[in-house]
């Protein structure tokens, strides 16, 4: 076994950066015309509308191709036009057609093209063979083509000064418990992170995630260094009767301007990719905060999508993805596997985009800022976590969706070498999930159905569902068809009875009678019912209440938890929830915005197992089990925290002192950057 690598010395002693030039490889060149070749060969054999005359035309035909893709894109990508993200796919697919039929023309002899549809339908097919042919042939890396692409494209941006001083990349693995992680590492799903850690000397760090435990809450601390009055990922302010959630970029953009200081992460000239917040970056690309901005011309944007090669690739891919997920979904009915989440609808579509389309245009955003020199970048890779919600935490197609992703960052990892100053990596987690059947599921009704029979009178608006990546595919959607944003008909809920929201296996219980939060006192006065009904459920595990005579006041079912009297009567409902829940628990009562009673499902340790309030049978947002248990891989180079990271602020802290130690202090920190009001 191989004893892990000495820690890296201070870059004060190392010698100057040399970055290399990515070279091309005669042999890869040669098997890669051949795989050109034999893909356009297939491509008229399939299609009635493609002919060639023999195999020396399809070399022929290949070469031309190829010749033709490395002009036309980047002269795609220089368009100044403000063109919507679908106009650039369009004119990518387009672009790929043309390059076939430019060969046609320049090979009259060799290659017969009837359309410009055929001439369609032979790029997707030929993009599409070429796939499987180097995924059984085991070269399907195209490293060095990305490369040679985004190398172009931070020439034409403006790439930065080579330097000695690293920057650093912090890539998120959305929803990955660090218990699942270690499992993936050992059992051959991550070998990427287990080569780091086995190899590299990288170091495994737990953090323990705030109430609650959603991306919302966890990037507000991680990335601004504060979360305070975010009480779930969706919450109503009783005072102007409006609904807040963290997926509207509108709200997204007044919890930055409220949390940013001028220390946010990414200050100084660092980049936000696929995130809720930006940190206060100088550029984004699929950022919530900033969706506004975005909906100008992005050249993030504009880049990706102007190379035939990612469009082609990413269509392909698409369809595999489909592919995966509607054989996962029958295997999973035929076994009767339990849980077992909704797989129908529009999700089919939802996963295929983030497993493809937006983890490989954040990629690629992420190699950009590499050789553009960025000192610090953030990037959030969100498939595995939508995996996860509907196919289960450590089933076979969630675990694949991971390794796609451990394979991604090991494509970071190597270009490396090529960018204009060193870089180290840290991979981390805003959360992780637990596992269980839905409340519905096990009850054949809603959280927001049991509090309207137990009140005395009055209409429940019950709201769940719609993460973070529904709000990201979305508003990528939008931007993409060029559409304005629509606007939420529920934002105002002033005129309701009661709202109950579900935010993972954490409830929230508005009673909208008072523009203020009801005391204990005055909830048992007026809905007498409601209390008793809701912790007398055998799938509820405890409700937060503010008592005017007695503070904070956990109950459950056979007993409470006084806690800022600090004592107990009867059993502790939190019990089953760790020895930090009632800190927890004590500080989201102190929010302005908390609910009139917050609601925590049931856990049980021995099975390992909640339920959410929303129907995802992987779960995140409260108490209980790995959602709280989030990671941090670092470099043995940066130095451990001296006790437990409890909170996403103190995350923030830790990364920003191992940004501080590599670059220095930043350059100003009085002002926070403006962000757009949306």
């Known amino acids: 076994m191989k004893t892990p690598a000495p820690s890296a010395p201070p870059w004060g002693q190392q010698p100057r950066w040399q970055p290399e030039i990515p070279r091309l490889r005669i042999g890869r060149l040669v098997l890669s015309w051949a795989i050109g070749a034999a893909a356009v060969g297939a491509a008229s054999w399939l299609l009635p509308g493609v002919a060639l005359t023999g195999s020396r035309a399809a070399f022929a035909v290949a070469a031309a191709v190829a010749v033709l893709n490395a002009l036309l894109p980047p002269l795609l990508a220089a368009l100044r036009l403000p063109f919507t993200v679908a106009a650039g796919f369009l004119l990518a697919l387009a672009g790929d057609a043309l390059v076939l039929q430019l060969a046609a023309h320049a090979l009259p002899d060799d290659i017969r093209i009837d359309t410009f549809g055929d001439a369609l339908l032979a790029a997707l097919t030929v993009s599409a063979v070429s796939l499987c042919l180097q995924i059984a042939l085991g070269t399907n890396d195209d490293d060095e083509y990305a490369l040679r692409v985004t190398r172009r494209i931070a020439r034409r941006q403006g790439t930065s000064d080579r330097t000695d001083v690293p920057g650093i990349l912090f890539l998120e693995i959305d929803g990955l418990a660090l218990t699942v992680l270690r499992d993936a590492m050992r059992d051959g799903s991550a070998p990427t992170l287990a080569r780091w850690v086995a190899e590299d000397g990288y170091r495994l760090l737990e953090w323990e995630t705030d109430l609650s435990s959603q991306t919302g809450a966890s990037q507000a601390g991680i990335l601004l260094g504060s979360n305070d009055d975010i009480p779930a990922f969706r ?126 245009l954040i990629v690629f955003a992420v190699l950009t800022d590499m050789m553009r020199g960025r000192p610090a970048v953030y990037a959030t890779f969100a498939s595995y976590d939508e995996v996860a919600h509907h196919s289960g935490l450590q089933r076979a197609d969630t675990l694949e969706a991971l390794r796609k ?174 020895a930090t829940a009632a800190t927890h628990l004590r500080r989201t009562d102190g929010f302005e915005h908390v609910a009139d009673i917050m609601v925590g499902s049931f856990y049980n340790p021995v099975l390992d197992e909640g339920c959410a309030f929303e129907e995802l049978i992987s779960f995140h947002g409260g108490l209980g089990g790995p959602q709280t248990r989030a990671f941090i891989l670092a470099p043995a180079m940066f130095a451990p925290p001296s006790g437990p990271i409890v909170g996403a602020a103190a995350v923030h802290e830790l990364l920003w002192s191992w940004r501080r130690a590599l670059q220095g202090p930043p350059a100003a920190t009085s002002a926070p950057r403006p962000v757009a009001t949306g």
């Open 235 to 360: 919450w109503v302010e009783k005072d102007t009767g409006r609904l807040v959630a963290c997926s509207s970029p509108g709200d997204c953009a007044a919890i930055e301007r409220r949390c940013a200081t001028g220390r946010g992460l990414l200050v100084d000239g660092g980049t936000s990719r696929g995130n809720l917040l930006s940190g206060e970056a100088r550029e984004t690309v699929l950022t919530v905060s900033r969706m506004d901005e975005e909906r100008r011309a992005n050249p993030g944007y504009r880049a990706f999508f102007a190379n035939g090669f990612n469009v082609t690739r990413a269509l392909v891919l698409f369809g595999w993805e489909l592919a995966l997920e509607l054989s996962a979904s029958l295997r999973a009915a035929r076994r009767n596997v339990r849980p077992r989440g909704h797989r129908g609808g529009t999700y089919p579509l939802m996963r295929a985009a983030m497993c493809v389309v937006i983890r490989d």
């Open 405 to 578: 992703l451990d394979q991604q960052f090991a494509r970071i990892a190597r270009a490396r070498r090529f960018a204009p100053r060193p870089y180290e990596i840290v991979v981390l987690s805003d959360h992780g999930q637990t596992q269980g059947a839905t409340f519905r599921q096990r009850n054949g009704y809603g959280l927001d159905e049991l509090v309207e029979r137990s009140l005395g009178g009055g209409v429940v608006t019950g709201v769940a569902g719609g993460d973070e990546q529904n709000a990201m595919i979305r508003h990528a959607v939008d931007e993409a068809t060029g559409h304005p944003p629509a606007r939420r008909s529920k934002n105002d809920v002033s005129d309701r009875d009661v709202v109950v929201l579900g935010s993972g296996n954490l409830g929230l219980v508005y009673l909208m009678e008072r523009r203020r939060r009801l005391t204990l006192e005055e909830i048992e006065e007026r809905h007498p019912r409601l209390l008793g009904a809701l912790r007398d459920h055998p799938h509820v595990g405890w409700l937060l209440v503010h008592s005017g005579e007695h503070g904070a006041v956990v109950l459950g079912e056979a007993g409470a938890n006084y806690l800022d009297e600090r004592r107990i009567d009867g059993s502790d409902p939190l019990a089953p929830f760790g």
